[in-house]
């Protein structure tokens, strides 16, 4: 019996960071809550293989990436209002089970051939559940098994890092890996149209020049070109099939500005998002260090009654922009908290000479597609943030954080000792 369980630990310590790096984008979409599935599959590895990691002192870069966990669990775990004390303990409790994850997939960490994999499934999976929706059940915009928003912006991302990833390691992968990474970088991307969500495509339009120049400042323009080529392609196939609905809607914003600005009609998509702006602007003014935490929406309510916003706010629990609703939430502390969970991955994946070296000493393309892969996220993250709260959802949480612990344990690889 004790060498069965020996057994089993010892194929988990060799082979589970690596499923937990293909389920978590391979399963996030088209599978109910299948961004869970990674996540959760991790936990159990860190638990089953404790004895691994627990003795292993982490290298400095995860020792501050730990640190950054456990100030996010705090943020999420402390009630700021006007009446201070815990809040609800979900989305702290998440944070802190991420830590053993962390540690764990340092000492054992993934394979980056299983990121791919997991990135081609998971932009296959979508487009092909956002077909099924659109065209077989007529639905008007694809939403997956969440909410259009989430749905579009997430299989955007998906597409987006399959696409990097087949723009970078071209040469170095068969034909058949190509044809996998490109059909998922395509139907992500075609998911996204089909969703109709307009807010995150935002995020490419900060998050493709941002990793290009990343790549070119590093003396790889022929990659950089490599993926804007990858990009419009997949944007050129898919274009025949939704142009008719996102034109429409892309057409609608500009009549909708200036009805808000004309009337305030916040009976609109566009002024939806103005009012909720407007009214999480005042709100943090009113209290700028701490924010209302769980009065935000009794604040809310109040504010409506008093004439101050239109009544339209209250049937939503966010103000539909991340850094406006964090600072309603919990003030400016909050708002820096989320800055720094937000741009110090940057910092943590930019492709410098020595993040990207091989043993050998040449720059390794692998390497290079994982540290693009890891700025993208946040990058995404910061342009959908611009008209939806991606954190007040599940999917915005796990996504990001197990994203963020696989990419950096794959990078880690090689780079410390292992016990």
Same mark, same amino acid.
């Given at each position: 019996m004790s060498s069965a369980a020996d057994a089993c630990r010892d194929w988990l310590w060799r082979q589970g960071s690596s499923l937990a790096a293909f389920l978590l984008p391979g399963a996030a979409l088209w599978?109910?809550?299948?961004y869970s599935w990674g996540a959760l599959w991790l936990l159990l590895c860190a638990l089953v293989c404790v004895r691994g990691w627990w003795r292993l002192r982490p290298d400095p870069a995860t020792g501050w990436l730990a640190l950054l966990i456990a100030l996010m669990a705090l943020l999420w775990g402390i009630d700021t209002g006007p009446h201070p004390g815990m809040a609800a303990p979900e989305t702290a409790l998440k944070y802190l089970a991420a830590l053993p994850? &962390? @540690?764990?997939?340092v000492a054992a960490p993934p394979r980056p051939s299983a990121l791919w994999a997991g990135l081609a499934a998971g932009g296959i999976g979508s487009g092909a559940l956002a077909l099924v929706q659109r065209y077989g059940l007529h639905l008007d915009r694809a939403h997956g098994l969440t909410n259009p928003v989430q749905y579009g912006d997430l299989s955007l991302l998906l597409g987006l890092m399959a696409l990097g990833a087949l723009a970078l390691l071209w040469s170095a992968?068969?034909?058949?890996w190509r044809f996998l990474l490109g059909a998922g970088g395509l139907l992500? &991307? @075609?998911g996204s149209l089909l969703s109709q969500t307009r807010g995150g495509w935002l995020a490419l339009l900060l998050a493709a020049p941002v990793a290009g120049a990343a790549l070119a400042r590093r003396g790889y323009a022929a990659q950089a070109g490599k993926l804007a080529l990858a990009l419009m392609a997949a944007l050129l196939l898919t274009w025949p099939l939704v142009h008719t609905e996102l034109t429409e809607r892309l057409a609608r914003i500009g009549a909708e500005v200036h009805a808000y600005d004309a009337q305030r009609d916040a009976g609109t998509s566009i002024g939806q998002r103005l009012e909720h702006w407007r009214l999480a602007a005042h709100m943090g003014a009113a209290r700028p260090l701490l924010g209302w935490g769980s009065a935000y929406m009794e604040e809310k309510a109040r504010r409506v009654a008093a004439g101050q916003a239109r009544p339209g706010v209250l049937e939503y629990t966010h103000a539909h922009n991340e850094l406006l609703d964090m600072f309603a939430r919990r003030g400016l502390i909050g708002v820096a908290l989320l800055l720094l969970y937000l741009l110090a991955p940057l910092a943590l994946f930019w492709p410098t000479p020595a993040r990207i070296r091989a043993a050998d000493g040449s720059a390794d393309p692998v390497r290079l597609a994982l540290c693009l892969t890891g700025i993208l996220l946040p990058l995404a993250y910061l342009g959908f943030g611009l008209t939806q709260v991606f954190f007040a959802h599940n999917s915005g949480h796990l996504f990001?954080?197990?994203?963020?612990i696989l990419v950096h344990a794959a990078l880690r690889a090689g780079k410390i000792p292992h016990g």
């Open positions: 599978l109910p809550s299948g994850c &962390l @540690l764990f997939a992968r068969s034909p058949a992500g &991307l @075609l990001y954080l197990f994203m963020l």
